[in-house]
């Protein structure tokens, strides 16, 4: 039997790379979508295959976490046998911008996705993309007994949406589990983070495109880990018999500054010379630091990260000026690209 599996945020990052993965396993794999003004599934196009060929495996639907009933019809319809929760207002300043879009989507949407199972009497396996953002003020280093301090509105949608999750666990028996996530990158990263923001700046003051990039806070420290190992982790957790929490990280800290400075390196250039400071930038409660502890997830389900921020660093750096040769893509290395008919959107 060909396994199904539902992602939410599968045009994000993680939900790229998990699709990619899904689909090399086997699964039939299904993406939510939200309706925008323009193509917004750049990062997944390479994965299309026309839905009327026989061999088709990878479908996208419109839906919204914001919309509940539209959940429930996509659950009742495609009857997944797991569930990828990955979708969100992900990031953690534009959250005081939008705090109460941020609760609906973030926080909400996980009830909404963890009700709308329980309605159509789904036997499925949940996956909750947790974060490290909910330990917020609590210092390092951090693991799945550590206790929550969000300091964002985005970090407390994220303990709502932990807790909904255990709480379903607990009260249906659901196979739901928490993957509490350390900070991931890869070149396919929103250019908004700060360690894409900072690769993408490196290789465009290099090709002579900018020169300087503002910042904010450079002295966070973070626990920054490769994504598609992460998404493997997702996976694994999936396969356990029982459902749990994991936290999954590098265990390695490492400042803004220190990933600033190796990146400029890399190209050999100092980046004091190009680093501007801009207060739009700061937050109005900081993380200061993010270390955490995987040894849980290494013990119970096997995973361990394997690429340090260092060759991180460069993996992303090397990327983005790439991109600049192929005009953004990064991440795919075929030149011609299939194109994505919209009318193929529509479920
Ligand atoms: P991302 O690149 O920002 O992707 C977020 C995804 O969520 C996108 O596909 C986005 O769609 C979708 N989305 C946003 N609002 C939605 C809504 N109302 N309904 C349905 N989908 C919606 O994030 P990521 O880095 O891949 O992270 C994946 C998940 O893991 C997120 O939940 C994030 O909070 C969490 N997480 C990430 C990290 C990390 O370091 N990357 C660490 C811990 C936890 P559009 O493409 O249309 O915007
Ligand atoms: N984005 C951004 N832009 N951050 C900056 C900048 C800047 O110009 N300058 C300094 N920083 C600092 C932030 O203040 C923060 O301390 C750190 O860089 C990392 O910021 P982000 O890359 O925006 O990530 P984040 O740690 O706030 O949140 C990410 O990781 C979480 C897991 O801990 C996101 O992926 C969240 O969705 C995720 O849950």
Redesign the pocket.
């Known amino acids: 039997m060909v396994k199904r599996a539902l992602v ?8 790229s790379y998990l699709a990619e993965l899904l689909l090399a396993k086997g699964y039939e794999v299904h993406g ?3 309706r ?1 003004s323009t193509f ?1 599934t750049s990062r997944v196009d390479h994965l299309y295959v026309d839905p009327h060929e026989e061999d088709a495996r990878f479908f996208l639907h419109y ?4 919309d509940g009933t539209r959940l429930a019809t996509l659950l009742s319809k495609l009857h997944p046998d797991e569930v990828y ?7 953690v300043r534009v959250s005081f911008d939008e705090p109460e879009h941020t609760g ?3 926080g909400m ?1 996980t009830i909404r996705l963890l009700e709308a199972i329980r309605q159509v009497g789904l036997d499925c396996r949940y996956y909750q ?5 909910m330990f917020g003020a609590t210092p390092p280093p951090q693991d799945e007994s550590t206790p929550f301090y969000p300091r964002s509105p ?1 970090g407390a949608a ?1 303990v709502y949406a932990y807790w909904v999750t255990r709480n379903y666990r607990e009260a249906y028996g659901m196979h739901a589990t928490n993957g509490i ?5 890869s070149p396919r ?2 250019e908004t ?1 700060v360690t894409r923001k900072v690769t993408r700046a490196v290789a465009r003051i290099q090709a002579g495109l900018d020169d300087h990039v503002y910042l904010g806070n450079l002295d966070a420290v973070r626990d920054w880990g490769y ?1 598609p190992e992460y998404v493997e982790g997702m996976w694994r957790m999936l396969q356990q018999d029982e459902p749990d929490d994991y936290v999954l990280a590098t265990g390695v800290p490492c400042s803004v500054r220190d990933w600033v400075s190796t990146a400029f390196d890399h190209v050999g250039l100092d980046w004091e010379k190009y680093v501007r400071f801009d207060e739009r930038y700061l937050r109005p409660t900081e993380v200061d630091a993010l270390i955490g502890d995987a040894g849980k997830a290494e013990r119970a389900v096997g995973w361990k990260t394997e690429v340090t921020p260092d060759q991180l660093v460069r993996i992303m750096v090397d990327a983005d000026v790439k991109a600049l040769e192929h005009e953004g893509r990064p991440w795919i290395d075929a030149v011609s690209l299939p194109s994505w008919p919209s009318a193929h959107l529509a479920s």
């Open positions: 939410t945020g599968v045009t994000g990052q993680d939900g939510v979508v939200r925008a917004n839906g919204d976490l914001t929760n990955l979708g969100a207002q992900s990031h609906d989507a973030t949407g993309a947790s974060s490290s953002e985005y994220k996530l350390f900070n991931h990158e990263r929103g983070f994504a």
